[in-house]
Every structure is written in C-alpha cells, then in structure tokens.
C-alpha cells in the first residue's frame, strides 16, 4: 500500500487555475495506477482523471475534458492534476487515489488507497 498526501488546493476566481499535488509514499509508486477523483456536498465521488503506471496514457470525463491535465513524476513519487478555466461547477473537495493494477479504473470502488483530501473553491 502507498499512503497519499494531497496539496494545492484553495480559492481561485472562475477562468483560474490551480495545481494540485498529491505526494505518495514507498518504493512502489510506478506499480500503481493513480486517479484523482472529486466530491462536491451531496454528490457522488466522480473520475476526473487517470494516469497510467508509466504515465504513457490518461483519461479524462468529457465534463473536464480539454481543461484538467493530469500527470506523474515517478522519480519524485508524485501526481499532478493541473486545473485550467475553472468554473464554479468545480468545486469540491479532490481527492487522489492508486490502485495496482494495469488498466485505469473509472469507478471509485477500485481503488484501494486515498488521500485525505483537498479543497477546490471556485467563486464565480
């Protein structure tokens, strides 16, 4: 197992961007899919980006599609998700997640670590 530690998160303006970070412990990183996923309050977690273990592939939902950008330096155990043209429909608290397997997984339940979380707050 890696343990997950976000960070990056905060206010921004609608058009802003952030960068999020999540810091992953172990020697084991690049044998983990990584995903970020996000939670507004009363809503489902949602897939907003997936890397795979290399970094050769990502996946995004058509909602962020074009505007987040997720990536990983396995050197530094370490994913990014870079936000851009956020709107006020992004806020919510991100989470990251890894999962050891080779495909990348849209669906929460098939991650086995997570973070603890950060903040997104886009203000309109």
């Known amino acids: 197992q890696v343990q997950l530690v976000e960070s990056g998160g905060g206010l921004v303006q609608a058009g802003g961007s952030l960068r999020l970070s999540c810091a992953a412990s172990?020697?084991?990183?690049?044998?983990?899919?990584m995903g970020w996923f996000r939670q507004a309050p009363g809503k489902e977690r949602e897939f907003v980006a997936g890397i795979t273990r290399i970094g050769g592939n990502t996946y995004y939902p058509d909602s962020v599609k074009g505007r987040f950008t997720i990536s990983r330096d396995n050197a530094k155990n370490t994913v990014y998700l870079q936000m851009d043209s956020l709107n006020p429909e992004d806020t919510a608290v991100y989470y990251c997640?890894?999962?050891?397997?080779?495909?990348?997984?849209?669906?929460?339940?098939?991650?086995?670590?997570w973070g603890q979380g950060t903040q997104v707050t886009v203000s309109s």
């Open positions: 172990g020697r084991t990183f690049n044998m983990y899919v």
């Open positions: 997640a890894a999962v050891r397997t080779l495909y990348v997984p849209s669906a929460s339940s098939e991650y086995t670590c």
